[in-house]
C-alpha cells in the first residue's frame, strides 16, 4: 500500500523548505554585501523582500497543517512534518537577522566602517551559511551524524564574534564618538552570531526526525 | 560537555515534567527511551503462546503482557491473527472445531489454558464486544439483566440495580430510562453497541475485549464508544482490535502490532508492543515503522 500522492506531497514541501533556505541564505548574502557598500537602496531593496520570506514560511506552514489534519501522519512523517514547522520558525528567524543588518545599513549610511571589520562580518556569515547549507542537506539526507556535527562549528563564529566585540570595544574606549556606530556593527556581528545558533537548533530537529531523540545540542 | 540529554535521570525529569502542563507529562513520558510498563502490575500475560486452526498455525509464540486498567490496542493487516489473539482471552476459540493451543495465558496469575479450567466463568470474567452491535431480540432492560439471570439473579431489585449501573456506567441511561422495556432493536447502532458493552458490564466482568467495536458506527456514535473506553478503563482492563490506526493512537495506552511470519506459513507473530505514542511516533521495527505511516499492509 504505498502512499504515492502522500509521499509527493510530503517531497513538494521539502522542496520548499531547501528554497526557503536558498531566499535566507541569499538575503543575508546580499544584507552584508549592502553593508559593505553602503548600498541604502539595495538594503532597502532586502528589507522589503523579507516580506517574501514570511509568506513563504507561512505557506510551507499552512501546507504541513493540512498534511497533519488530512493525511494522519504517523512515526517518521510525523517527526518528519513537526521538524520542519520548527526549522521553518528558525530559517525565518534567520531572515530576519539579514533584514535586520539592512535596517543597521540604513542606520549607519555613508559612516566609514574598519574594512577588516566588515571583512570579519563577512566571515562569520561565510561560516554560518556554509553551517546552515549542510545541514539542510543532512535533512535531506535524514543524516543524524553529521546534524550532531555541524553545531560543534558554531565556537569558530562565536571566536569571531568575540574578535569583532573587543575590536569594537576598544574603539569606543578610545573614541566615544564611534560608539553609536560601533553599537550598529556589533548589533550586525550580534545577529550573525545568532544565526549560527538557529542551525543548531535545526540540526536538533534533523536529528529528531532520523532518531526519534528531543535532545538540545550543546555546542561548547 | 556535548550531546548532554535535556534530562539526566528520571527523577530530574519527573521534578521538572510536573511544573509542566499534563498533556507534556503523558507525551514526553512516552517517548522516554527503555520504556517500562506502569507498576500496578499485568491483567493478562502471553507465555509462548501458540495456537493452532487444525495443522495451520495461526499465532506463533506471543509474549506479552498487558496491564491492568489500560486500553491495549492490537493493530496490524487482516489476516495476521489479532482476532484469534483477542478471541484466546476469553476461550471463544474453542468454539472452532479442531483448535489447539500451546503456552499459556495468565489471567490475574491464573493460567486459563487447559481442559481443567472453567470456560463460563473464564468468558464472564472476560466479556467482548463485537463489531457489529448483536443485541437480542428483546426490552433494553432484559438485554442487560440476561447475563445476571443466567448466573442466577433473579431479585427484581437486584436485577434492577445491576441493570441501571450498567446503563448509567456506558452512558446510556439518560438516553433509554424511559423505555427500557421497548425493544432494544429500535435503538440506532451507536445505542445498540453501547447496549452491548452494558450487557458485558453486567455479569461484572475483569476484562472487556472489543473486536473493531466502531467500525460499524458513525462518527458520533464511535467518539461516544472511545470516550466511553476512557471511563470504563477506571474499572476494567480493556484490550482491542483495530483496523483504523487513528483509533488505535486516539484511544488506547499500548499498541501490539502483529503481522504474518511469511506468506507461505501465514503465522501470526508480535513484532512491536509498547507505549502507544512512541510505536506511532518512534516505532523501533522497520515493520511497525512502514505499517504505521501505511506504506505497506
Known amino acids: ?220 | 560537555m556535548a550531546n548532554k540529554p535535556v534530562f539526566t535521570n528520571m527523577e530530574t525529569f519527573m521534578t521538572e515534567e510536573k511544573q509542566r502542563a499534563p498533556l507534556t507529562l503523558q507525551l514526553d513520558m512516552a517517548s522516554k527511551p527503555g520504556e517500562s510498563q506502569p507498576d500496578r502490575g499485568y491483567k493478562i500475560e502471553f507465555h509462548d503462546f501458540s495456537f493452532y486452526y487444525g495443522k495451520f498455525k495461526a499465532l506463533g509464540k506471543i509474549n506479552m503482557q498487558i496491564p491492568r486498567n489500560q486500553i491495549t490496542a492490537i493493530i496490524g493487516p487482516s489476516g495476521c491473527g489479532k482476532s484469534t489473539l483477542l478471541r484466546s482471552i476469553n476461550r471463544m476459540n474453542d468454539l472452532v472445531p479442531n483448535v489447539r493451543m500451546e503456552g499459556q495465558i495468565i489471567l490475574n496469575g491464573e493460567n486459563i489454558i487447559g481442559t481443567s479450567v472453567d470456560v463460563v466463568d473464564v468468558r464472564r470474567r472476560v466479556g467482548m464486544v463485537f463489531q457489529r452491535p448483536n443485541p437480542f431480540p428483546k426490552s433494553i432492560y432484559d438485554n442487560v439483566a440476561y447475563g445476571p439471570r443466567l448466573y442466577g439473579i433473579s431479585h427484581r431489585l437486584g436485577l434492577d440495580e445491576i441493570v441501571y449501573s450498567a446503563l448509567r456506567q456506558t452512558a446510556l441511561w439518560d438516553e433509554v430510562k424511559d423505555k427500557l422495556h421497548q425493544s432494544a432493536m429500535a435503538l440506532s447502532g451507536g445505542q445498540q453497541q453501547r447496549l452491548c458493552i452494558a450487557r458485558a458490564l453486567a455479569v461484572e466482568p475483569e476484562v472487556i475485549l472489543m473486536d473493531e467495536p466502531a467500525s460499524a458506527l458513525d462518527p458520533v456514535a464511535t467518539l461516544k464508544i472511545e470516550e466511553l473506553m476512557q471511563t470504563l478503563k477506571e474499572t476494567y482492563t480493556i484490550i482491542i482490535v483495530t483496523h483504523n490506526m487513528q483509533q488505535a493512537a486516539r484511544v488506547s495506552d499500548f499498541t501490539a502490532f502483529m503481522m504474518i511470519d511469511n506468506p507461505q506459513t501465514r503465522t501470526g507473530v508480535m513484532v512491536e508492543y509498547g507505549l502507544t505514542t512512541r510505536i506511532f511516533t518512534n516505532p523501533k521495527n522497520k515493520q511497525t515503522e512502514d505499517y504505521v505511516t501505511g506504506r505497506f499492509g
Open chain 1, 1 to 220: 500500500m504505498a502512499r504515492e500522492t502522500f509521499e509527493r506531497q510530503l517531497q513538494m514541501i521539502l522542496d520548499h523548505v531547501l528554497v526557503l533556505g536558498s531566499m535566507v541564505e541569499q538575503a543575508v548574502l546580499d544584507s552584508l554585501d549592502a553593508l559593505k557598500r553602503r548600498d541604502q537602496a539595495a538594503a532597502r531593496r532586502i528589507y522589503d523582500a523579507d516580506l517574501q520570506i514570511n509568506e513563504k514560511r507561512y505557506s510551507i506552514e499552512s501546507g504541513c497543517i493540512t498534511l497533519i489534519a488530512t493525511q494522519q501522519p504517523m512515526a517518521r512523517d510525523v517527526r518528519f512534518l513537526a521538524a520542519i514547522l520548527e526549522i521553518i520558525t528558525e530559517l525565518e528567524r534567520i531572515g530576519d537577522y539579514a533584514k535586520g543588518i539592512c535596517k543597521i545599513t540604513q542606520i549607519i549610511s555613508e559612516e566609514a566602517i574598519d574594512p577588516v571589520l566588515i571583512y570579519e562580518l563577512q566571515q562569520m556569515a561565510t561560516l554560518g551559511l556554509d553551517m546552515l547549507r549542510r545541514a539542510l542537506d543532512a535533512f535531506v539526507a535524514g543524516d543524524a551524524t553529521i546534524a550532531r556535527a555541524i553545531p560543534m562549528e558554531d565556537s569558530k563564529v562565536d571566536k569571531l564574534y568575540n574578535q569583532v566585540y573587543h575590536k569594537l570595544m576598544e574603539q569606543m574606549t578610545v573614541d566615544i564618538s564611534t560608539i553609536d556606530r560601533a553599537n550598529h556593527i556589533m548589533w550586525a556581528a550580534h545577529n550573525l552570531e545568532r544565526m549560527s545558533d538557529r542551525v543548531t537548533n535545526i540540526c536538533e530537529r534533523i536529528i529528531y526526525v532520523a532518531t526519534g531523540e528531543m535532545k538540545e545540542l550543546d555546542t561548547t
